[in-house]
């Protein structure tokens, strides 16, 4: 079984997706499990963070490619259906074919060793998602549950049919944040949003495994204001190993093709120490 995690947070801009995507990352290189990371976010933030601009190309030309063919019926269901002889075929090679695995999903790309990604596309927005918001839960563990240890999903910063649909398909979820009083202010909001729409109202079991703080900087007032109020509401939900604000962050994203735009590749070592630590911090919540 996969271990399926969410990162959620209905402010904007607070690093979901800078750590979602090097959690994953990081997880892909410490870890001897394989790691799908889900870009549910319209913006293709995490897709573009990842895929080379080629790779995104192709993507806006077949939005198949994406997100949007897993959740498109009318398309998932003629390739499960073709998936021998019709028109859309994928080579398997003759070693996997052995091993019995399976022919990998369109929508399904590679970014580095162990680590492959499901990208989304703007047009996802045209999907009608409120008739199955169940799809991407029943895909992720019924279609390719065991090929992967972890699933990180990328939220967008919206109640919305997408977030709703990350939600239910994951099974645990981290809040990464700023540690500003004013960016902290919404996370009462998120949790009544998460217990009505998605406990109550689907009776989907979904567990809190934390906050990260994000764009930390120790001199700041902000920050020990931040810390102070979260560390009393939150208590050992708190994340102990934090991500600093740091220009080499910010730069990363701007690379293209550089490995070095994730963290766990930057050669300051105390990026890369505070990544590893995060990620090792999540997978120790994961087993409490
Ligand atoms: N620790 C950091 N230090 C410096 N810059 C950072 C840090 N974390 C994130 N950023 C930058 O802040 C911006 C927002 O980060 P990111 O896109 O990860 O947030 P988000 O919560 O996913 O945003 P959205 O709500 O739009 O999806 C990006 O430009 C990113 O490069
Ligand atoms: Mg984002």
Redesign the pocket.
């Known amino acids: 079984v996969s271990e399926i995690i969410a990162?959620m947070?209905m402010?904007?801009?607070?690093?979901?997706?800078?750590?979602?995507?090097n959690v994953a990352y990081t997880l892909a290189k410490l870890s001897s499990k394989r790691v799908l990371l889900v870009d549910m976010?319209p913006?293709m933030?995490?897709t573009q963070y990842c895929m080379s601009m080629k790779q995104v190309e192709r993507i806006l030309k077949d939005k198949n490619q994406s997100i949007f063919g897993l959740l498109n019926n009318e398309y998932s269901l003629k390739i499960n259906k073709t998936s021998n002889s019709g028109d859309y075929q994928r080579k398997i090679s003759d070693e996997d074919a052995l091993k019995g695995k399976r022919k990998k999903d369109p929508w399904i790309h590679r970014v580095s060793n162990n680590l492959d990604m499901i990208p989304s596309t703007l047009e996802v927005m045209y999907l009608n998602l409120s008739s199955t918001p169940h799809k991407l839960r029943r895909y992720l563990k019924n279609q390719i549950d065991g090929e992967y240890g972890y699933i990180i999903i990328?939220?967008?910063?919206t109640i919305s049919p997408y977030t709703k649909a990350a939600l239910l398909a994951a099974d645990k979820y981290v809040v990464?944040t700023k540690a500003e009083v004013f960016t902290t202010l919404g996370l009462p909001l998120l949790q009544r949003y998460i217990e009505q729409v998605i406990l109550d109202a689907s009776g989907h079991d979904l567990e809190f495994l934390g906050v990260i703080l994000?764009?930390?900087d120790e001199r700041r007032k902000m920050y020990k204001k931040g810390k102070a109020s979260l560390s009393e509401k939150y208590k050992n939900k708190l994340f102990e190993s934090e991500?600093?604000?740091?220009?080499?962050?910010?730069?990363?994203?701007d690379d293209d093709l550089s490995k070095e735009k994730y963290l766990f590749e930057i050669k300051n070592p105390e990026v890369k120490n505070e990544i590893i630590n995060i990620t090792k911090e999540l997978v120790r919540r994961l087993k409490k």
């Open positions: 990162f947070n402010k904007g801009g607070v690093g979901k997706t800078t750590l979602a995507v976010d913006q933030n995490a990328d939220c967008p910063p990464p994000n764009m930390v991500l600093s604000n740091r220009e080499d962050i910010a730069k990363a994203i």
